[in-house]
């Protein structure tokens, strides 16, 4: 099977009250960690590819290596630009056989989020792709991006209709409180977000796939690991599982976990490197990380996403 685009996951998640998991895939051992674990769940998955990503990995060989993983696992695999950010980066995945690019404009006023989001739709759709939108500014670090607390906002409701009819996005992603990275909420404060917010946006639209960002549930287990093993993560909080249940069981077809991959890689790489001092050969570190994403897609997929048997 060719990669695939995301309409017909979500249509089935929208309609099936579960979610699919993006996750972020910068080099071999993170692609066949979570494409192993989706295999043995038969679960549809979204790879998603960063700027950064690319950078460190180029364009060519992340493709070959997913296009690997589809022809190793059989499974509905979408290859997906994660927060692009301008026409040529997205034109570029798209002419590079990307099915699925997310134009983030978030950071421009409504009106040119539109004319961007719009111009990146047009180009997508006569080439078969779709395309993620988004509407709000989650906080948090992206890339070199840090957004601060102050300069993220909620999306707004009363502008999610004209924003998906002017520009014939294929998914939205808001900003109900969730944010990238692993310090998600001050340390001593309830995590909470906006189920409000999202209960209006799937009232005005209807069957329409909608998006949750950094949405990592910073997994206690791994943090404790990486500080048991000398790693600095005090204060680190994520979205309780059962808040990612909630938004998956309403209109969220898209779930985004990028940072549990690497606490998890992490841990498993640090947690061996401990133990066996003297090692140097990267297959005998990197197993132990590989191993640990693994195990971390397979309960993303049973526990919180739903997606298991749906491939
Ligand atoms: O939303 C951001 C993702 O976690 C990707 O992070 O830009 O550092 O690859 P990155
Ligand atoms: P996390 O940092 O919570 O994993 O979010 C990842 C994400 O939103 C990628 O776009
Ligand atoms: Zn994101």
Partial sequence: MPLVTTKEMFKKAYEGGYAIGAFNVNNMEIIQGITEAA???????????SAGARKYAKHTYLVKLIEAAEADTGLPICLHL???????????????????????????????????????VDYAHERGAVVEGELGRLAGVEDDVNVSDEDSSYTRPAEVEEFVSKTGVDSLAIAIGTSHGAFKFKPGTKPQLRFDILEQVEKLLPGFPIVLHGASSVIPEYVKIINDCGGRLDDAIGIPEDMLRKAASMAVCKINIDSDLRLAMTAGIREYMTKNPGHFDPRQYLTPGRDNIKTLVKAKIVNVLGCDGKA
């Fill in 82 to 120: 994660d927060h692009g950010d301008s026409f040529e980066l997205c034109k570029s995945c798209i002419d590079g056989g990307f099915t699925s690019v997310m134009i983030d404009g978030s950071k421009h006023g409504f009106e040119e989020n539109i004319k961007l989001t719009k111009q990146v």
């Fill in 39 to 49: 295999a043995e769940v038969k679960a549809p998955i979204v790879l998603q590819v």
